[in-house]
């Protein structure tokens, strides 16, 4: 167990639909990332945020978006929903926002139909 | 661009065949290497950080070595619990602010 939650873990909607995933990072860490991995592929950088704001941006559409709150639990908005948007999506966290030792949750499967 | 290039892309081994695992880099500025392992439908798992060149870090039947250009993962006597895809990452400086670079991994199968 890493210690990041994400919710949920599955998610089956349509096209066009607009969904929000959570996570909450490990007790202590600052910085959230959020990754997607399609079938078969690599991982893909979305977005980094650290105490609240926005750090680095990977390749996110304009249809997504996310935030870092207060508590500093994250969620990642996904709108317009397409077909290829189907993907796991995994958030991370970290102490500090310039380390490659990230701890990542067990991730939301997302499917669009 | 900066490119994290793993090979080979799979790998099947007998329980206890030892073998190597390579990733080269083209990332400039290099901040760090890190070792990952992903079980099917799981997130990634870290396994190691080398930040210099000759650096060596072991972890049961694991052991990573960097180099200048590449780094390698050794699997001693390899398990099937062993089998996973092994993810190499790197930290590259651009434009101001670090990243992650993420190879597509060595998808490893140990067979009893």
């Known amino acids: 167990d890493s210690g990041v939650t994400q919710t949920p873990k599955h998610l089956i909607t349509a096209t066009g639909q607009r969904v929000t995933l959570r996570c909450s990072p490990r007790?202590?860490?600052?910085?959230v990332y959020w990754y997607q991995q399609s079938l078969d592929q690599g991982l893909q950088f979305l977005i980094q945020y650290y105490n609240g704001e926005e750090r680095a941006k990977g390749n996110i559409l304009e249809r997504f978006s996310a935030q870092q709150f207060p508590d500093l639990h994250s969620e990642l908005n996904l709108s317009s929903l397409e077909l290829g948007d189907s993907a796991l999506y995994f958030c991370a966290s970290s102490v500090t926002s310039n380390t490659g030792e990230l701890f990542f949750g067990e991730g939301s499967r997302l499917t669009v139909l | 661009e900066d490119q994290v290039t793993q090979s080979p892309e799979a790998l099947r081994l007998q329980e206890g065949e030892s073998s190597s695992l390579n990733c080269s880099y083209t990332?400039?500025?290099?901040?760090?290497l890190f070792w990952y392992r992903q079980d099917p439908g799981k997130g990634p798992e870290f396994l190691f950080t080398l930040y210099s060149a000759g650096e060596e870090k072991e972890k049961e039947r694991l052991k990573a070595t960097l180099t200048k250009k590449e780094s390698f993962l050794h699997i001693t006597a390899p398990k099937p619990e062993d089998s996973a895809t092994y993810l190499c990452v790197q930290i590259a400086v651009n434009t101001g602010f670090q990243k992650l670079v993420f190879g597509t991994g060595t998808r490893l199968l140990v067979s009893p």
């Open positions: 990332v400039s500025g290099l901040r760090g």
């Open positions: 007790s202590g860490d600052l910085s």
